[in-house]
């Protein structure tokens, strides 16, 4: 993807993923945030499997990568295209927001320190943003 933050550890060449505490950040990270959307009326229907254990292992990778850790998304998928693979899918503002509540969630229980969480923070604010492509209210389906 070519974004590898750095600078954000000890050393200049640690990038945010072994900062943060590389994988099991991650993990951790997706698996508090799917405990919610597995609960919300409004996200949870936008996930075509039933089990979130793809979306998980799908968000997972991209997040790793994203901020410097393996490149396995990209291998296993290709570009991530984010706008792309999320059009099919009803994200209004209302969705966003919601997303966003259970990522905070999930942010605050890593623990991180003020740089890394306002770091991180700031990312996922600005891609949940540009993932909004409807203003219409949520369909009855969710989707």
């Not at 509540?101 to 999930?106: E, N």
């Amino acid at each position: 993807m070519g974004i590898r933050p750095e600078g954000h550890g000890e050393h200049p060449s640690t990038t945010f993923y072994e900062a943060v505490g590389g994988h099991e950040t991650f993990v951790k990270l997706v698996d508090v945030f799917y405990r919610g959307v597995a609960e919300d009326p409004v996200l949870k229907p936008m996930y075509p499997e039933e089990d979130l254990g793809p979306a998980k292992e799908r968000l997972t990778l991209f997040l790793e990568q994203y901020w410097g850790g393996p490149t396995t998304y990209s291998e296993n998928r290709g570009h991530p295209r984010l706008r792309m693979r999320h059009m099919p899918f009803h994200v209004n503002p209302d969705a966003r927001d919601r997303w966003l509540k259970h990522m905070r969630k999930a942010v605050d229980e890593l623990g991180l320190s003020p740089l890394h969480e306002a770091t991180l923070w700031d990312y996922l604010e600005r891609a949940a943003q540009a993932m909004v492509n409807t203003f219409e209210p949520t369909p009855p389906s969710g989707r």
